[in-house]
């Protein structure tokens, strides 16, 4: 499994558990940390952590497991990483505090078919 698949396998489980504004960025043009950031915002600290797991789970579905996990228990700014990929999932507050997006506003990020595919998303899911 390569990065980008890896990226796109944990965005769709961070969407399985409704997290929101989940967007995938293209860093391995732009610097040697990492290829992708995978970035998402949950409503509560239960959800991030669900959110957490259920990336945790693919991905050692496919053999894969995170490097580092970090802020699981306060459930503010969750981190996995796994090297080539690394999934940022935030609360709404910290996820604006940080706007990883705006840090990292050169890096490309792939499209919502390139995720999701042809998937339908209801209004409420940006």
């Known amino acids: 499994m390569d990065s980008k ?3 796109v396998l944990a965005a769709r489980a961070i969407d399985q558990k409704k997290g929101t504004n989940v967007t995938v960025l293209k860093l391995e043009d732009l610097t040697i940390l ?3 950031f995978v970035v998402a915002t949950g409503g ?3 959800q991030t952590q669900a959110m957490s797991d259920a990336v ?3 991905l050692e579905a496919n053999g894969l497991r995170a490097g580092r996990r970090e802020g699981y ?3 503010r700014w969750i981190l996995l990483d796994y090297g080539t990929v690394i999934v940022h999932v935030f609360q709404e507050d910290e996820r604006g505090f940080y706007n990883l997006e705006r840090l990292w506003a050169d ?3 792939l499209t919502r078919e390139e995720v999701f595919g042809e998937e339908a998303f ?3 899911r940006q």
């Open 122 to 124: 209801g209004a409420d």
């Open 34 to 36: 990492t290829d992708f």
């Open 107 to 109: 890096a490309p990020a």
């Open 5 to 7: 698949q890896t990226a």
């Open 56 to 58: 945790e789970e693919a």
């Open 44 to 46: 509560s600290r239960v």
């Open 73 to 75: 228990g306060e459930g």
